[in-house]
């Protein structure tokens, strides 16, 4: 079993920045492909960004492209996510998810998620509030 743990929601002005975390349990956490949903109020859970577990190979949503970017800390089972030029569409319950290969197998070193089915566990999630 794999816990995540988002922390660094909150309130935040538009053109404002925030930075989220997600610590993770396990001893493999390099081996976790790992990526960042939202789901705003009303709206489907959407993919926001994502990082191979080396962390070498990232991709990103268009909508925040060139305004967020997701990093990871193998040593500290944490991955990050900086988010800059917020926006109020960018108001949602920000979650932590990881994408765990089968044991005995391993992901290729480029690959990263990009579809919420593909996720393995999730966090709780963490509030951001954008306002105009």
């Known amino acids: 079993q794999v816990q995540l743990v988002e922390s660094g929601g909150g309130l935040v002005q538009a053109g404002g920045s925030l930075r989220l975390s997600c610590a993770a349990s396990?001893?493999?956490?390099?081996?976790?492909?790992m990526g960042w949903f939202r789901q705003a109020p009303g709206k489907e859970r959407e993919f926001v960004a994502a990082?191979?577990?080396?962390?070498?190979?990232?991709g990103y949503a268009n909508s925040v492209k060139g305004r967020f970017t997701i990093s990871r800390v193998n040593a500290k089972n944490t991955v990050y996510l900086q988010m800059s030029s917020l926006k109020p569409e960018d108001t949602a319950v920000y979650y932590c998810?990881?994408?765990?290969?089968?044991?005995?197998?391993?992901?290729?070193?480029?690959?990263?998620?990009?579809?919420?089915?593909?996720?393995?566990?999730w966090g709780k999630g963490t509030l951001v509030t954008v306002s105009s």
């Open positions: 396990g001893r493999t956490f390099s081996n976790y492909a």
């Open positions: 998810a990881a994408d765990i290969p089968s044991p005995g197998t391993y992901f290729r070193g480029s690959y990263y998620p990009t579809d919420a089915l593909s996720m393995d566990y």
């Open positions: 990082i191979s577990g080396s962390g070498g190979s990232t």
